[in-house]
């Protein structure tokens, strides 16, 4: 199983530009979850999937952040135009089934908008 | 309303002697339990989960774990810490029965004195 798969690993982009973040689940998992961290805030959840679907996404700070989930095997997170203060590590992760399950990590975006 | 509080944000034990790491999680039902370990660069992995089964859980790296409903307490321990286990650690709770989301707690940030 290869896990949950992000890229770019390193992203440094200047303020306006647009922001496109990929993440593969592991096959079989239902659940996909985007997640930011910082020193400031730690981990908030941004937004969640069941099956492809958008089911929750309360946690995008604004307008400028979407997400997508064509298919069962790849979502995007977006952001656009960029800002200096989305600086953060950009994690997504994916579970079996629900909230019961635990959920598997990929190694994150080190995302840096000068 | 749920929560999760991990009382130390740093802990810092010699090598060779014990770990605890500890969680308290407010919860109206019966929850479910987990604590992540987070190395630096790299996205969160799953040490133990607690989900109703039996009240002391043993996880990866010889780290365990014992719900007490009756004090709501999740404490993490180790009987021997290893320099390979510095890294932050996370302790999250779910509540299928109100709601789905993950609480995760702030992190605790474990030094490894060689």
């Known amino acids: 199983d290869a896990g949950v798969i992000q890229s770019p690993r390193h992203e440094v982009t200047e303020m306006g530009q647009e922001v496109t973040l990929r993440c593969k689940p592991i096959s079989g998992h239902d659940y996909l979850f985007w997640y930011r961290q910082t020193m400031m805030r730690g981990l908030e959840l941004l937004i969640y999937?069941?099956?492809?679907?958008?089911?929750?996404d309360s946690g995008m700070p604004e307008d400028r952040f979407s997400a997508k989930m064509p298919n069962a095997s790849f979502s995007t997170l977006k952001i656009q135009p960029s800002e200096p203060r989305d600086s953060a590590v950009y994690f997504c992760?994916?579970?079996?089934?629900?909230?019961?399950?635990?959920?598997?990590f990929g190694d994150g975006t080190r995302l840096s908008i000068l | 309303a749920q929560s999760v509080t991990q009382l130390d944000s740093h802990v810092s034990v010699s090598e060779g002697t014990p770990v605890l790491l500890r969680c308290n999680y407010s919860s109206s039902y019966s929850p479910s339990l987990f604590w992540y370990v987070q190395h630096p660069n790299k996205g969160l992995q799953l040490l133990l989960k607690y989900t109703s089964a039996a009240t002391l859980v043993k996880g990866i790296n010889g780290f365990e774990a014992e719900f007490k409903k009756s004090e709501t307490s999740f404490h993490l321990t180790k009987p021997s810490a290893h320099m390979s286990d510095a890294a932050e650690y996370f302790c999250v709770v779910s509540d299928l029965n109100t709601g789905n989301q993950f609480y995760f707690g702030t992190g605790t940030s474990l030094t490894v004195i060689p």
């Open positions: 992760a994916s579970s079996p089934r629900g909230f019961d399950q635990p959920q598997h």
């Open positions: 999937f069941n099956n492809n679907v958008p089911i929750d």
